[in-house]
């Protein structure tokens, strides 16, 4: 599940945090202007319902660039490929050479300035996947403490949603992992202090309907981990089931959990469902599988029971891994695979 994302390019970050500071500038002349009370001879106004939260769509992502370089050379193709780069997707977060704090200042700075809610993805916990696709993750537990709190520290309660460490309790479920209790202690903890930033959407990964079949396993786990203290818990994050498929598996789990319990579902590639067979071409039909398509657009206004959001989590177009030859490594921007993802969208069977 690991994602390689590129980072804003060079200067930009500076002119970002300085549209942020003028931002701020300009509210606070604002509400200077009054004192922040209401003017004389004015009946107070109650304070209007804040709307849904608009997602951040990066002007800079992979997708965006590649219709750019296409609009000259290949422009239906780049009429198609908006589809992707024009829609709200998130951020993945890995520990590498650039600093988690500055990774998230710059995408925020520009969620800032668009006015919208950026989408974190957390994955760096020790025996990240465990050991699959490349393995990868903090080397310590206290690594990975010190990590967490230095993502929160830069969000400093500007609103994100975060999607927290994808595979990392069903893999607990598993139990492929070295020390089960320090796994979900970590992802507790992490529930904890990103909720302490006072502007968190915070979802624990649940996995997806092919995963742990057991409801009360997979709700005792979510519960060590922390979910009572989370916004929820996500579905189907860089996999292919359907949205139907994955609505009636998250009431199972909310049920599991006292009925109540909310969730997400990444539908970014689950239009056309999963592969029919379990291998394509010698490989597992989780990498890359042909023939698939972008699923239902990212909202928050799903109509559905218990569902908060129906989010883009996985970027469509990055590959899965080098699965067969020719194919790009975990995380590289694969346009052809993108196109056909966008192709296909809107002729898959929906809901």
Not at 124 to 141: F, I, K
Not at 164 to 170: D, K, M, R, S, T
Not at 215 to 233: C, N, P
Not at 249 to 274: C, E, K, M, Q
């Amino acid at each position: 599940m690991t994602a390689v994302r590129n980072s804003l390019r060079p200067g930009r970050r500076a002119a970002l945090l300085a549209g942020i500071a003028l931002t701020g500038f300009l509210a606070g002349c604002a509400d200077g202007a009054t004192g922040g009370r209401t003017p004389t001879g004015t009946a107070p106004v109650a304070p209007a319902a804040p709307p849904p939260p608009v997602f951040y769509v990066d002007p800079y992502s992979a997708a965006a660039e590649q219709v750019t370089r296409w609009e000259r050379t290949r422009g239906g193709d780049a009429a198609t490929l908006r589809g992707i780069s024009t829609r709200p997707t998130a951020r993945w977060l890995v520990d590498g050479t650039t600093p988690v704090t500055d990774q998230v200042a710059e995408y925020l700075a520009g969620a800032a300035l668009a006015g919208q809610t950026p989408i974190l993805v957390t994955h760096n916990l020790p025996q990240r996947d465990c050991g699959r696709r490349g393995g990868g993750g903090a080397g310590t537990a206290g690594a990975y403490r010190t990590w967490i709190r230095e993502l929160a520290g830069a969000v400093r309660g500007r609103p994100v949603t975060v999607i927290l460490e994808p595979g990392a309790v069903p893999d607990a479920v598993d139990r492929c992992v070295t020390d089960v209790d320090e796994r979900l202690t970590l992802l507790r903890d992490a529930v904890t202090v990103l909720r302490s930033t006072g502007s968190a959407r915070v979802y624990l990964d649940a996995g997806h309907p092919g995963w742990v079949r057991d409801d009360t396993k997979l709700a005792a786990a979510l519960t060590r981990a922390g979910i009572a203290d989370a916004d929820g818990f996500a579905l189907n994050v860089a996999n292919f089931v359907g949205t139907r498929e994955n609505l009636r598996y998250g009431h199972r789990i909310s049920d599991a959990l006292g009925g109540t319990t909310t969730f997400v579902i990444d539908t970014s590639r689950n239009g056309n469902g999963p592969y029919p067979e379990p291998t394509v071409a010698g490989a597992p039909s989780w990498c890359n599988p042909p023939g698939r398509a972008l699923g239902e657009e990212p909202t928050t206004e799903t109509g559905l029971d218990r569902v908060d959001a129906l989010l883009w989590v996985k970027y469509p177009g990055e590959s899965d891994g080098s699965c067969r030859p020719g194919e790009p490594e975990i995380g590289v921007w694969w346009p052809e695979y993108a196109l056909g993802l966008a192709e296909r969208a809107g002729r898959h069977a929906g809901r």
